[in-house]
Structures are given as structure tokens and as C-alpha cells.
């Protein structure tokens, strides 16, 4: 019923950037909190950066002042970004965006997840 497809992941050298995108799509009458996690090898998903429908945000500790969250409410689509500078080797991992979604008006919000993009920074 809702699609969430990332894209913008890599291979980049300590100090580069990247941008990460991930597009909404299908049955969805509102979307309202949606973030970026992370998933390291042999460590569990933690939330990178959070987003409200307000646009506040939240950020983890060990990117605040590096990675910037946003998102483009367009009429029948939602783009949420996360632009990545000063990248470092200890933000490798499998970059993760979920949306707490309404299918209806009626329904109550439920999580959907990407399928992930890797991000790879090298030393």
C-alpha cells in the first residue's frame, strides 16, 4: 500500500558527502513523523534524524552539526533527504527511512520502511 524508496547511498572518502533521498508512494492520506535509522554491521537500527509534519527536527548526538533531515510535502508524494557532510568512518552502515503513515482518514498511523541504501565511508 506504501512504497518507500531510498536511493543516494555510496562509497565515499572520510570528510565527503552525500545525499540520501527517499520517496513515498501509494495509498497514503497523510504522512506524519518520518526519519533516517542506521544499521551497522552487528549493531541494531538507531535513528540518525527525525522529521515531524511541522518540520521540527532531532538529531543523533554523533551527526548533530554534519547531517541536515528534510522533506518536500508535494500534493500526492513525499521526498524526505538527508544531506550528509563530514563524513566519517563510523557512519558506515545501511541507511534505513521510515514514515509513520494513514492509508485513510479514519486509520491510525502505522511505520513503513525502505529497503535501505548502503553507505560506505572510507578512511
Known amino acids: 500500500q506504501v512504497q518507500l524508496v531510498e536511493s543516494g547511498g555510496g562509497l565515499v572518502q572520510a570528510g565527503g558527502s552525500l545525499r540520501l533521498s527517499c520517496a513515498a508512494s501509494?495509498?497514503?492520506?497523510?504522512?506524519?513523523?518520518m526519519g533516517w535509522y542506521r544499521q551497522a554491521p552487528g549493531k541494531q537500527r538507531d535513528l540518525v534524524a527525525g522529521i515531524t509534519s511541522g518540520a521540527g527536527t532531532n538529531y543523533a548526538d554523533s551527526v548533530k552539526g554534519r547531517f541536515t533531515i528534510s522533506r518536500d510535502n508535494a500534493k500526492n508524494s513525499v521526498t524526505l533527504y538527508l544531506q550528509m557532510n563530514t563524513l566519517k568512518p563510523e557512519d558506515t552502515g545501511v541507511y534505513y527511512c521510515n514514515a509513520a503513515t494513514r492509508t485513510t482518514s479514519w486509520g491510525t498511523a502505522r511505520n513503513y520502511w525502505g529497503q535501505g541504501t548502503q553507505v560506505t565511508v572510507s578512511s
Open positions: 501509494g495509498s497514503i492520506f497523510s504522512i506524519n513523523a
